[in-house]
């Protein structure tokens, strides 16, 4: 097999530094473990656009295709408020997405259990929470035409598209069914059937799925409105195994079930297309996170879900299971000694900066 290549993408805000961490990793992992890659180094968002003037380039998206697997930091950040939105930093990271394919959107929301004072939940109600939420990513309002102003009855107005095919919905839920044979055997698949046409033919699509295949016959399988979810993560996280639902509500109720396991610098996240029939596909890996401008340049981001996020990739991508199993020991532990960045800081914790936090992951693994 050739050696894997990587895109580094490492985009705006707090995009770059938390991107240094993953970068001293990547670095540590091929001298300690024989991690052999071959990365290239790009632009996205508002990195780009002040470079040429648009949020990817088309050599950029090209070389993305062409990658084993795409790591991304983070796009955004107010200077770019009154860019066009064609041209805008999100502009680039949807094109991505769009363009190759990445339809289903993993984010994994599980609880150290040393994080356990970092929520505003109690221990009792999160301790051992491992959601996974499929977030459909290519589709719905996100893409939906027709888009933008037009001039209704005489008046102007501003319309957004949701819009879903059969085809999408299914593939969408047919890996949060693979997913769920393989965890809890139970799905929540969420939208809102009793005000959204689009949400009662979600719901009329993935049961039709449920019922066709056998092999989804051990899942069970429940229908949630999306208000209610969101209650229902707070309320009580610990009876969601998967969901799966839309672009747009999986925005949503990411950032919330984000907040379960202490800070939205936690949450990881790995966008996959349709395997070929070589079993290759497409994938990018990044943050849940944004760009986080507020705290940029400081030092005080969290680089735990990019970290963990390239861990998704050695998992998904670089078949490099074991490697990822050690990362994740490695930041169990860290998270363990009491080492926290400011957004998980709880009593008693030292605190250490973005690259402090890279720094005690890579001691951890060394050990
Ligand atoms: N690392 C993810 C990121 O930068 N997100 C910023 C963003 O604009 N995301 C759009 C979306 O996922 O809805």
Redesign the pocket.
């Known amino acids: 097999m050739s050696t894997p290549t990587l895109l580094l993408l490492p ?1 705006d805000g707090i ?1 770059p530094e938390v991107f240094a961490e993953v970068l001293k990793l990547i670095d540590w992992l091929a001298r300690h473990r024989g991690l052999d890659v071959t990365t290239r180094d790009g632009l996205v968002g508002g990195a780009c656009y002040d470079r040429h003037g648009v949020a990817l380039t088309d050599e950029t998206l090209a070389e993305a295709m062409e990658a084993d697997a795409v790591l ?5 950040g107010p200077k770019y408020d009154n860019v066009p939105r064609e041209v805008r930093p ?1 502009a680039g ?1 949807l094109r991505l997405r769009k363009e190759m394919d990445l339809f289903a959107n993993l984010r994994p929301a599980l609880t150290f259990k040393a994080l356990l004072d970092a929520s505003t939940l109690k221990p009792e109600v999160i301790e051992g929470l491992d959601i996974l939420i499929v977030r459909e990513l290519t589709g719905g309002v ?1 893409f939906g035409r027709p888009r933008g102003m037009q001039t209704f009855e005489g008046e102007e107005r501003c319309v957004d598209t949701q819009a879903y095919s059969q085809a999408e919905v299914e593939r969408v839920a047919r890996v949060a069914f693979d997913l769920a044979a393989k965890r809890g055997h139970k799905v929540h698949s969420v939208e809102k059937a009793n005000v959204m046409e689009t949400g009662a033919f979600w719901r009329r699509v993935v049961s039709g799925l449920h019922a066709a295949n056998p092999e989804f016959s051990a899942i069970e399988l429940q229908h949630m409105y999306a208000d209610n979810c969101a209650m229902q993560l707070v309320r009580n996280p610990k009876q969601f195994d998967v969901i799966v639902t839309d672009n747009l509500f999986g ?1 949503l109720l990411s950032d919330c079930a984000a907040m379960l396991t202490g800070s939205l610098g936690m949450l990881p996240s790995a966008s996959l297309g349709a395997p070929d029939a070589s079993g290759r596909r497409r994938a990018m890996y ?6 986080a401008p507020d705290i940029a340049g400081q030092g005080k981001a969290n680089p735990l879900a990019m970290l963990l996020s390239f861990g998704m990739a050695l998992r998904y991508s670089l078949d490099r299971g074991a490697d990822a199993d050690l990362l994740d020991k490695a930041v169990e532990n860290v998270l363990a000694a009491g080492i926290r960045t400011g957004d998980i800081a709880g009593p008693g914790a030292t605190v250490v900066s973005t690259s402090g936090m890279g720094d005690a992951v890579l001691a951890e693994l060394d050990r």
């Open positions: 985009g995009g991304l930091g983070a796009v955004g999100e990271l996100y925005d990044e943050p849940v996170h944004g760009s």
